[in-house]
T-cell receptor, first 111, second 114 residues
Framework: SQELEQSPQSLIVQEGKNLTINCTSS?????LYWYKQKYGEGLIFLMM?????EEKSHEKITAKLDEKKQQSSLHITASQPSHAGIYLC???????????FGQGTRLTINP | DVKVTQSSRYLVKRTGEKVFLECVQD?????MFWYRQDPGLGLRLIYF???????EKGDIPEGYSVSREKKERFSLILESASTNQTSMYLC?????????????FGPGTRLTVL
């Protein structure tokens, strides 16, 4: 089983709609990273969260880490075609920056 | 900007061949990582290195080895490629201590073993 579970695994939304991707762990997260990947390419760093209750935003993307530091959500407002891709959450396993990743969420934006 | 480059974007090899995947970073990062990415499984850590000539096994090291002779270069070696090693391979690097932030990823190498 995955240490990090992402849901949904796949998401299709109409352009302009809002959406949320979740990342859940059974263990306390010491650092939670969100990345975006365009098909067949490397990962692009979006945001990092460390403190319980922390929330960060960049343009139309907001990420939150819950108080217990076991769940994070990524919310996109007024989605655009440029938001399409695979979103991955990664968690710090303490020490040497070793990250464990969720299985990814494939986001498709329909015009 | 941090740049992590990988030697090939696409590679096709035959079963039993020895395969070298090269990764170079230009940010003087101490830590370097090799992952493979498969549908439904996300990224899984194969090996990582926290210094020149230092290496540690990740979650799935079987069938792989690595080499780090210079700080900027981290190589992944498939001694005898097998079809179950067909995958997307991603290299990453990051700083340590006060310079530790996110991992920076290369563009990936899609390896097909026939």
């Amino acid at each position: 089983s995955q240490e990090l579970e992402q849901s949904p695994q796949s998401l299709i939304v109409q352009e302009g709609k809002n959406l949320t991707i979740n990342c859940t762990s059974s263990k306390t997260l010491y650092g939670l990273y969100w990345y975006k990947q365009k098909y067949g390419e490397g990962l692009i760093f979006l945001m990092m969260l460390q403190k319980g209750g922390e929330e960060k935003s960049h343009e139309k993307i907001t990420a939150k880490l819950d108080e217990k530091k076991q769940q994070s959500s990524l919310h996109i407002t007024a989605s655009q075609p440029s938001h399409a891709g695979i979103y991955l959450c990664g968690a710090d396993r303490r020490g040497a920056q070793k990250l464990v990743f969720g299985q990814g969420t494939r986001l498709t934006i329909n015009p | 900007d941090v740049k992590v480059t990988q030697s090939s974007r696409y590679l096709v090899k035959r079963t039993g061949e020895k395969v070298f995947l090269e990764c170079v970073q230009d940010m003087d990062h101490e830590n370097m990582f090799w992952y493979r990415q498969d549908p439904g499984l996300g990224l899984r850590l194969i090996y990582f290195s926290y210094d020149v000539k230092m290496k540690e096994k990740g979650d799935i090291p079987e069938g792989y080895s690595v080499s780090r002779e210079k700080k900027e270069r981290f190589s992944l070696i498939l001694e005898s490629a097998s079809t179950n090693q067909t995958s997307m391979y991603l290299c990453a690097s990051c700083g340590s201590g006060a310079r530790a932030d996110t991992q920076y990823f290369g563009p990936g190498t899609r390896l097909t073993v026939l």
